[in-house]
């Protein structure tokens, strides 16, 4: 079964960093294209960040420059570093798994920027 967890969401203010999470299990995040994906109140969810299996690393135009992901294959885990956060980014942040057709997703975790 495949279960992915997402962790690190919290109340922080504008300027400020958190990093989150995503915990997979039941399959390898080495082979898997790995997206974190975000959704705000009254919008459609978007795209923010993607890993390939082959390593490459594209972001939203948005958030480049302020937000860097990882891959821990040890772990099995992706992190998403967000820095200097902005009212904007307030959402939820949710981690996707996808090879070809098959995708998966977290639950979300909650990140609310306000001062």
């Known amino acids: 079964q495949v279960q992915i967890v997402e962790s690190g969401g919290d109340l922080v203010q504008p300027g400020g960093s958190l990093r989150l999470s995503c915990v997979v299990s039941g399959i390898s995040v080495s082979i898997y294209d790995m997206g974190w994906y975000r959704q705000a109140p009254g919008k459609q969810r978007e795209l923010v960040s993607v890993?390939?299996?082959?390593?490459?690393?594209n972001y939203q135009e948005s958030v480049k420059g302020r937000f860097t992901m990882s891959r821990d294959n040890a772990k099995n885990t992706v992190l998403l570093q967000m820095d200097s956060l902005k009212l904007e980014d307030t959402a939820v942040y949710y981690c996707?798994?996808?090879?070809?057709?098959?995708?998966?997703w977290g639950k979300g975790t909650l990140v609310t920027v306000s001062s």
């Open positions: 996707n798994a996808r090879w070809g057709a098959v995708t998966y």
């Open positions: 890993i390939t299996r082959l390593g490459t690393t």
